[in-house]
């Protein structure tokens, strides 16, 4: 650096990135927020200010395209954000068909935000189609999936519920989070537009929020839900896709790891005599089953959950005996957790009171039986 410079000059200029030598073999975070302008006023790759783009959401949004199947992904800072985006999507006075176990926090704002901003909604149970085809209305928008549910992991007939939603002139949107595209793609079912939090099996480690919308090319609906992304700026840092593309490249070897020991601890919890009943697509006796080995591509998942004899106190104390599973909220991470989803929901929720939700993460299978089978004797 040029002799000539004040000390605070050369503290600025001095750590500024020259580049064009390396050639990383892994993704450099580019934590810039702004990109320098050519002398005749053009910008690089179209880099200007890191709101609108930057290096590391361009590179996770393709990403996110591709394993979806779909024309063009938007990264948002959370799932529920990638929600929020499709709901302002929405105009005042359009009526949406929401499942009637829709992940709570999606229902809540539903009920606590969109409802004064105009939008209507019914509550319907996605698995009974002629409730599904009552529900429209001459105002319905949008229809929302999410199969399998949460946390009762009903299955909804996906194609089929397009089918009817094309015949009512909505678009249907899929919250595809628990399946991952590795287990079953929406778009290829013929949604519109597939939502994830990125926070579960993408992440994968339970370190970084994370939320994102795929759509196949429809320029106007893209173009909505861009302006929404970039003018509100609910968007995911350079370290957040980072942190989201590093977990997607094992993505594919944990869910189906995860997958495989959730059938088999399934089918263990299925056989035990303190189990009322296990609510997992994989079992023969779950009512989606037939569907779900149609729609579901290499298996079902890695989420399941269990009712246990006795109400609540019994499965409330089954989750603290439990070693392996830690007590916590969320899903789809490397470590098991469990979680009494009624305890989460509060009284209003339709979830039973001895149902425990299981996320089924990548330690031994049998460490993870062994450990179900000592918590259920002790109670
Ligand atoms: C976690 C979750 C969300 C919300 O995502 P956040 O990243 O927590 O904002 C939405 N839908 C489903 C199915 C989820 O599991």
Redesign the pocket.
Known sequence: MDRKYHFETISVKSTQPQLDKITPVSMPVYLSTTYERNPDGSYNDDYIYSRADNPNRRILESSLAQLEGGDIAYAFS??????NAVFQSLSPGDHLILPDDI?F??YLLMEEVYCRWGLQYSLIDMSDTQAVRQAFRPNTRLIWL?SPS?PQLKITDIAYTIKIARENGALVAV?N??PTPVLQNPLELGADIV??????YFGGHSDV???CIVLNKQAELAERIRKIQIYSGSVPSPFDCWLISRGIQTLPLRVMAQTDSAMRLAEFLNQHAKVEKVNYPGLPHHPGHEIAKRQMKAGFGAMLSVLIKGGQQPAVQVSNYLKLFTTAT???GVESLVEHRKSVEGAASKTPDNLLRISVGLENIQDLVEDWRQALDRI
């Open positions: 959370s799932g529920m954000a990638a929600v992940y926090n999606i999410e949460n919250d989070t628990w939502v994830h939090s990125t926070t579960k929020l994370g939320g969320s899903l789809g």
